[in-house]
């Protein structure tokens, strides 16, 4: 129901309640009566007007709002695309946290951003060398090499070369110690096991009884080492593939003093530095018979 009609039942209503109110004083009704059945029906009237102008603008408004919700229901939605370079500085932060430096560096250099991977790679740098630094001065030289390491492989300087180098003297000089303790404690139990008859058995050739191998190798070794004196000193030839003892080059067999070998000739601990002819090292490490 459009608004001109619902003004037209107005009027009409009205011009009707106008006549039925002189109808009804033409009958001689009393005033009283006919004012209030005339405001009765203007009443309703107007709430018949209200009911239709709402009405229809809600289901104007309904039916809009159905439109739209349908249009953007149709409408396909932007994916938001996520920030290469935010993501790689929110990985390198964590991982550099936790002292991945390296890994902190390769995640920013992965997103282009070369200069702060070059920051993450200097800071790491100090941070490890400081570490290394302490550690060595603590006496944890396995530590300090590690962390010297680790350094250098961030970036180069010479403040973790020095570090580095003076970490593996240490642990070449506390490894050369702990073979010469086992060696000394070999002795000391030989000298316990290896009786005085035993002994001259193996300085006259007869063999090696059990329990006198480490005496037999050092014997071998005292050996070996007074015949490289005399070599040199009396201009003697040593086989150049070895160094450590002479061996003679005209041997027809060196075995490991204290081993298995049947001879006839036997050493101590040599280094090899040319062929092996003897097959001295038998593991291939340039050392051959080791007492340890």
Request: proline share 4%; net charge positive; charged share 25%.
């Amino acid at each position: 129901m459009d608004t001109r009609s619902t003004r037209h039942q107005i009027g009409t209503s009205t011009s009707d309640a106008r006549a039925e109110g002189r109808t009804t004083r033409g009958f001689s009704a009393p005033a009283s009566h006919a004012r209030p059945r005339r405001w009765a029906v203007l009443g309703a009237s107007l709430v018949v007007l209200l009911c239709a102008t709402g009405c229809g603008s809600g289901d104007a408004s309904s039916q809009a709002a159905r439109l739209g919700g349908a249009a953007s229901a149709g409408t396909p939605q932007a994916t938001p695309t996520a920030d290469p370079a935010r993501a790689a500085r929110t990985k390198a932060t964590r991982l550099t946290r936790a002292g991945k430096y390296a890994a902190a560096a390769a995640a920013y250099e992965s997103a282009g951003l070369d200069a702060e991977g070059d920051r993450v790679r200097r800071r790491g740098a100090r941070a490890l060398y400081r570490s290394a630094r302490r550690a060595l001065a603590s006496g944890r030289y396995t530590r300090a090499h590690t962390l010297a390491l680790q350094s250098r492989r961030l970036r180069k300087t010479s403040a973790a070369g020095t570090v580095l180098s003076s970490a593996n003297a240490k642990i070449a000089a506390a490894k050369a110690a702990e073979r010469e303790r086992r060696r000394l404690a070999r002795i000391a139990r030989d000298a316990r096991t290896c009786s005085s008859s035993e002994k001259s058995t193996v300085r006259n050739g007869g063999g090696t009884p059990a329990g006198c191998a480490t005496y037999a190798a050092d014997l071998a070794a005292k050996r070996a080492r007074r015949e490289a004196e005399q070599a040199q000193d009396t201009g003697g030839d040593c086989d150049s593939n070895y160094t450590g003892a002479c061996l003679k080059p005209d041997s027809p067999d060196y075995d490991c003093a204290g081993g298995s070998g049947n001879g006839p000739d036997y050493t101590g601990p040599v280094q090899v530095v040319g062929e092996d002819p003897y097959d001295l090292d038998s593991d291939g490490d340039g050392s051959a018979c080791e007492t340890s």
